[in-house]
C-alpha cells in the first residue's frame, strides 16, 4: 500500500504547474451586487414602478424589507465566495444569510397568520415568479462562474446560497414592480418560489461544480 | 520547512518542495486518519484521495492564511466523504451475493446470456472496470493503473456497476 501513495506522490509532483492562485477580491462582490441591480433596474424599467411607490417608499416596513433583501444578497455571496475555498475557519460562515432568510421567512408568514381578516385572494402571481427567477438568473451565473474556479467542498450549501443572492435580487425587483402587499401574495407568489429556487440550487450545484 | 512555505513554493511549481510536502502530509495524515478509521487498509485509499484533493485545490490556498486549516478543511471533507460512501455501499449492496452471478458464468448458460446483456447495458466505464475485473481478472490496483483512475474510484464505479447489473437483471426475472 505503501508503494501506491509513493507512486501516486511521483504522479502527483509529475503533474504539478504553478497555479494562479484564486481569491475572492471585493471586485467581485461588486460585480455581482451591480450586475443584480443593473437587472431589478432592467425589471423596473419594462414592467414599471409599482403604482404605490411613493406611498411605500416612506413606510419603514417598505425600507427594512429592502435594505434587508440587500444585506442577504451581499451576505449570501461572501458565504458562497468563503466557503468555495476550504478552510476550517469560515465553514460555518453560512449560517448567516440562512438566518437572514428564515427571518423574513418567518416574519412573512407571521404577518399572514396574524392578519385579522386574510385577504384570500391570490392574484397574478405568476408574473411576480418569472419576473424574480428572470432576475435571479445573471447574478447566480456570474456568481456559479467565480465559485467554479475555486475548490467547493460544501457543493450542495454553495448551490443555495449562490441561488439566494440571486432570489434576494429578484424578490428586491418584484418588491419594487408588484403593488399587491397582501400577506398571501407576498407568502404564496414570493417567498415560496424562492424557496423552491433555493432549494433547486443543491441540483444545480451538483451538475455545475465539480467535486475535489 | 514548514508545510507553510513547501506549500508556497509549491504553488510556484517547485517539484521538490510538492515532493517534501506531499510526503510530509502523508505522514501526518496516518497519525490523523488512525483515530478516525479503523479499518487499516482503508486509510491508506483515502490518504490518496486527500491528497489529489490537495493537488486539485493548490491553487486555493492563500499563503497568508494558515495552511492547516485548508489542508484540514480538505482532510476531514474527504473523510466524511469516504464513510458516506461506506455506509451507502455497505447498506445497499452485498458483494457476496454479487459475486456469484459471475462465478456462474461458466456453469450456466442462460445465466451467461443475462450477465453479458447486463454488463452490455453499462455505462463505458462501469462496463471496462467490470470485464477487467470480473471476467479478465485483473485487481484494482491494476484496474486503477490501466485506466487512470484512484482505486477508490474503481471500487466506487465497480459497485454502481454491480448496482445496475443487479437492477438489470431484476427485472429480466
Not at chain 1, 437587472?39 to 417598505?62: E, H, M, P
Not at chain 1, 444578497?73 to 465566495?81: K, R
Not at chain 2, 489529489?52 to 466523504?81: G, N, Q
Request: with cysteine.
Amino acid at each position: 500500500m505503501k508503494k501506491n501513495t509513493d507512486h501516486l506522490i511521483k504522479d502527483l509532483v509529475f503533474d504539478l504547474k504553478p497555479v494562479q492562485i484564486v481569491k475572492f477580491h471585493f471586485s467581485d462582490l461588486l460585480k455581482i451586487i451591480v450586475a443584480g441591480l443593473f437587472c431589478v433596474f432592467a425589471a423596473v424599467s419594462i414592467l414599471g414602478l409599482r403604482t404605490d411607490i411613493n406611498v411605500q417608499t416612506v413606510t419603514t416596513k417598505f425600507v427594512v424589507d429592502t435594505l434587508i433583501l440587500l444585506l442577504l444578497a451581499v451576505l449570501s455571496i461572501m458565504a458562497a465566495f468563503s466557503l468555495s475555498v476550504p478552510s476550517m475557519n469560515t465553514r460555518n460562515i453560512f449560517r448567516f444569510p440562512i438566518f437572514v432568510f428564515s427571518l423574513v421567512l418567518i416574519t412573512t408568514v407571521y404577518s399572514f397568520l396574524a392578519t385579522s381578516n386574510p385577504f384570500l385572494y391570490l392574484g397574478h402571481g405568476f408574473s411576480c415568479v418569472s419576473e424574480m427567477i428572470a432576475i435571479s438568473i445573471l447574478p447566480a451565473a456570474i456568481l456559479f462562474y467565480l465559485v467554479r474556479k475555486a475548490a467547493v467542498i460544501k457543493r450542495d450549501l454553495v448551490g443555495i446560497l449562490i441561488l439566494m443572492s440571486g432570489v434576494s435580487f429578484g424578490l428586491l425587483g418584484v418588491q419594487l414592480t408588484c403593488a399587491d402587499s397582501t400577506p398571501l401574495h407576498i407568502l404564496i407568489w414570493h417567498f415560496l418560489p424562492s424557496l423552491v429556487v433555493i432549494i433547486f440550487g443543491i441540483w444545480l450545484s451538483r451538475r455545475l461544480i465539480k467535486k475535489i | 520547512m514548514v508545510f507553510k512555505q513547501l506549500a508556497k513554493k509549491s504553488q510556484d511549481g517547485d517539484g521538490a518542495a510538492y515532493t517534501n510536502l506531499l510526503q510530509g502530509l502523508n505522514s501526518f495524515l496516518k497519525n490523523y486518519l488512525r483515530k478516525r478509521i479503523f479499518i487499516q487498509n482503508e486509510i491508506d485509499e483515502v490518504i490518496q484521495e486527500i491528497l489529489l484533493a490537495v493537488h486539485k485545490s493548490l491553487h486555493t490556498y492563500d499563503t497568508e492564511k494558515s495552511f492547516m486549516s485548508w489542508f484540514l478543511a480538505i482532510s476531514e471533507y474527504k473523510v466524511i466523504d469516504y464513510i458516506r460512501n461506506l455506509k451507502k455501499h455497505s447498506a445497499s449492496v452485498d458483494l457476496n451475493s454479487i459475486s456469484h452471478f459471475f462465478s456462474a458464468i461458466n456453469t450456466d448458460s442462460d445465466l451467461k446470456i443475462d450477465i453479458e446483456k447486463a454488463i452490455n447495458s453499462l455505462a463505458t466505464k462501469e462496463k471496462n472496470v467490470i470485464t477487467l475485473i470480473k471476467i479478465d481478472g485483473h485487481s484494482i490496483n491494476e484496474v486503477a493503473h490501466q485506466l487512470n483512475l484512484t482505486e477508490a474510484n474503481v471500487k466506487v464505479i465497480a459497485h454502481r456497476a454491480y448496482l445496475n447489473i443487479k437492477t438489470y437483471l431484476g427485472t429480466q426475472t
